[in-house]
């Protein structure tokens, strides 16, 4: 079997791993390896041009997990992780949101010091990403009629510059990552690695390779196995460290399958136990959000960036500094769930959808074989926080959502509601509706949880080191404690600028 030996070896080229591998390798002494399982992201117009993203849904470049059966949600969502370089900063709709203070503070509270929002705020001064509101010229016309509608129906502020400062209501185009003259993505494989690819003479990318085990010997991780395109199997040697990147459902699936993780389930599927940790897989967090749709009086135009151009946030509780309702409006609606239950789908349509910032609802994932081929399962535990919290959410959505429709300017253009349709208006119709058409907004995390050296449901410490392991760290939003109020990209770029300075000071 070949041996490759670097200092550092990355494990996973996505929304975080670019970062690390770029900037791990600024300095010249350093050997740095990325190795990721899909292939570049340069060969891809449907990558790189932003207003392509719904086409890699379910497409080759697309993992497709799928959750267990849940009793109290739809179990029938796809989940897309991103098989590409640049990872799911490749795939998803760029939606930039500078973390909210509050969300950096409940990670505190974890017991993730250093974590908090006075800290974290240089790195955000980092980030090499290009990102600005949706442009003029890729404004659809009938968003302009919903902003102020959302905005006199829910009494929040219209147009707010979202990352100016810590917003707790709005209404508005959203702040996005793209080139708005080219059209192109401004991921983390674009931002940090393009810059440097063929430049760098200590930087190797091992592309379509396949990591099949983190090798650990004396408590040490000394490596990673792999597998090339061919199937080659060789073993990438990491004199300094091994950091794996790989996603939140990924990187608990790796070290499961290399024998990290709680010992007994390991054994039950024949695995040998490297690690005793219990925490691997569990507190899988995701941002679950529901969705109506109403028929539209006339066509929208072509004109938009990448079909979910604007935001509402509310807060309605009045309980934090931050939101506890959002929604996405789709100019091209998600319509395969309100399909599945028989609505039609009308030519011309709009959606919002109502979706939990911070739900209380928790799962877990955990593998079904030793077998690498097979998929883990993911249970995502959708609504069944105790006390209801996350399906009176959506309720409290649904409702505020026809309020919308029902001021004009926005009225003007909808011609009726399609789902759930003007006949259900009872709370419990709504919860059941709202649960049943349930979708994910693809932001995975939590499974190998962040939290204080001394504890025993943690993953890693705040300094992102697996715990009980030498030359070991996660970097991608698996180590979240606790779940951002909005999109998570950007607290994830975060995430790989704050784990490349402390793997280089270390």
Known sequence: ????????????????????????????????????????????????????????????????????????????????????????????????FKPLPGDWGDWERQGASGWDAGSMERYYGLLQNRHQLVADKD?????????????????????PDWNAAPFRDGAGFLDVGYDPETGVRSSSSVSYLHPVMGRRPNLTLMLETRALRIEVAGGRATGVSVADAGGQLRTVRAASEVIVCAGAVDT????????????????????????????????????????????????LGPETTMHADCALFVDRLGEDERPDLMYHTYQIPFTFNTERLGYRVPDHAI????????????????????????????????FTDEGGYDATTIVDGLKLAREVAAREPFKSWIKREIAPGPDITADDELSRYGRAVHHTVYHVGGTCRMGAADDQGAVVDPQ??????????IADASVFPTMPTANPMV???MIGEKAAELVASS
């Not at 404004?139 to 502020?157: E, G, H």
């Not at 695995?271 to 749709?293: A, K, Q, R």
């Not at 992102?464 to 760290?473: A, D, F, N, Y």
Request: charged share 20%; with cysteine; glycine share 10%.
């Open 464 to 473: 992102l080191r697996v715990r009980g392991l030498e030359g070991l760290r």
């Open 351 to 382: 959606c919002m959808t109502p979706n939990i910032p911070r739900p209380r609802s928790i799962g877990r994932m955990w593998l079904l074989s030793g077998n690498p081929d097979v998929k883990p399962a993911l249970d995502f535990g959708y």
């Open 1 to 96: 079997m070949a041996v490759d030996e670097f200092d550092y070896v990355i494990v996973g080229g996505g929304t975080a791993g670019a970062v690390v591998a770029a900037r791990l390798s600024e300095d010249p002494g350093r050997r740095v390896c990325l190795i990721e399982a899909g292939p570049s992201d340069l060969a891809y117009d449907e990558v790189l041009k932003l207003r392509r993203w719904l086409e890699l849904l379910e497409g080759p470049l697309d993992y497709g997990y799928r959750s267990t059966v849940q009793p109290n949600g739809n179990s029938h969502i796809v989940h897309s992780r991103a098989r590409v370089l640049g990872g799911c900063s490749s795939h998803n709709t760029m939606i930039w």
């Open 491 to 493: 607290p994830i770029l």
């Open 252 to 299: 608990p699936r790796l070290l499961l399958l290399s024998g990290i993780g709680a010992a007994d389930p390991l054994r039950d599927l024949d695995i040998d136990v490297v690690h005793d940790l219990p925490g691997v897989g569990e507190n899988l967090l995701d941002h679950p959000e529901s969705i109506i749709i109403w028929e539209l009086t006339r066509p």
């Open 139 to 159: 404004r659809n016309a009938i968003l302009f009629d919903w902003v102020a509608s959302a905005s006199a129906a829910a009494n929040v502020p219209a147009n």
